[in-house]
């Protein structure tokens, strides 16, 4: 996988039209808060077709109404554009110059973003963690996406029977239909965490040694009831709050070393070494999925991380076929750097 140009339009502060990329490791030099997780954002969302972090209308430059995003990419089976537009309210994705879907690009084109940001899906709130989750499976299955989106829809739709209080059939119907879909989700969710658990500790392993092993398990919000029970015992909590309470929305990742949860009792050097084993267990899926390895983002590759984890960040960068990789100095060993300043982005 290989990420041959990417073009620029008002995508918030960055202001170079368009930029061509080699093969191996690319640096980008840049001093803080200069934008260089805007360059990455923008990458990341034109190879995967998902924004990240901000809303469509903050990643939109001041006083445009309108943002474009374009990268050429290449796999195994040859060249592709893909394209993103943003406007408010809108995400619009095309591959070739015809309109597509997110799950679409994930056929052809993969990318990991592995930025200090990702100490949240530790410390964040559980929404995180299964962000992470989703986004893995959303990846790894384009019809994990469709069954995910429909199972939103259906929750919305039950709880808006849920507080009207007099839904009648109606409320059997969805609460039937959110049945189905949340034993699917589990089922997908349990089979990916299991995976993901094997990757996680053993690039735990090898990044800090093997004196503390670390688990990842589903947490159910229903525990181990059968769906459809807890869906009943939890019906009087429902009529009282109007919304479905239980449901694989409420999920979490459970996350412990040596049997302990990281969120209360790791260190902080514990817990970014979680989160960068969580973004090498993605980065192993994907590899396994294409044939060959994503592009890789480091995103402030230093940051928070002893020498021994940079090492190892920079080995993995090494063996993909292409990484991008950013830091207030140029990152031993690339030779392909460009400089941030002011939002203009130039080669050194």
């Not at 690009?105 to 100490?119: K, M, Q």
């Not at 190892?312 to 941030?340: K, Y």
Request: aromatic share 4%; hydrophobic share 35%; charged share 25%.
């Amino acid at each position: 996988m290989r990420l041959y140009s990417l073009s620029l339009l008002n995508f918030r502060n960055l202001v170079t039209p368009s930029l061509c990329f080699k093969g191996g490791i690319t640096g980008v030099v840049v001093p803080n808060a200069a934008g260089k997780s805007n360059l990455f954002h923008a990458a990341y969302l034109g190879l995967t077709g998902e924004l990240v972090g901000k809303r469509i209308a903050e990643s939109v430059s001041l006083g445009q109404e309108q943002a474009h995003i374009g990268v050429v990419i290449e796999n195994q089976l040859g060249l592709n554009s893909i394209e993103v537009g943003l406007s408010p309210g809108r995400k619009i994705l095309k591959i070739d110059g015809q309109i597509a879907r997110t799950q679409d690009i994930s056929r052809i084109s993969s990318a990991v973003l592995i930025a200090p940001d990702d100490a949240e899906l530790i410390h964040g709130s559980p929404s995180k963690r299964r962000g992470y989750i989703d986004g893995v499976l959303s990846k790894l299955s384009p019809r994990y996406t469709v069954i995910l989106r429909e199972y939103n829809r259906v929750v919305e739709q039950r709880n808006a029977c849920l507080k009207s209080h007099n839904a009648g059939t109606s409320l059997d119907i969805w609460t039937e239909r959110l049945s189905n879909l949340a034993q699917e989700i589990d089922s997908l969710r349990t089979r990916v965490s299991v995976r993901i658990e094997e990757l996680s500790n053993q690039a735990y392993r090898d990044i800090a040694g093997p004196l503390k092993p670390l688990t990842i398990t589903l947490k159910r919000a229903y525990g181990d009831l059968p769906f459809t029970e807890a869906l009943i015992a939890s019906r009087p909590e429902e009529k009282v709050r109007g919304i479905t309470v239980v449901g694989p929305h409420r999920d979490d990742l459970d996350l412990r070393l040596s049997g302990h949860s990281i969120q209360t009792y790791g260190s902080r050097g514990e817990a970014r070494t979680t989160a960068l084993a969580l973004r090498i267990a993605e980065f192993r899926l994907l590899e396994t999925k294409h044939q060959e390895t994503p592009i890789l983002l480091l995103d402030d590759f230093s940051a928070e991380l002893d020498a021994s984890r940079r090492e190892f960040l920079l080995d993995l960068a090494n063996t993909s076929s292409q990484a991008l990789v950013s830091g207030t100095e140029p990152p031993p060993g690339t030779h392909n750097d460009f400089r941030i300043d002011g939002g203009t982005i130039v080669a050194s």
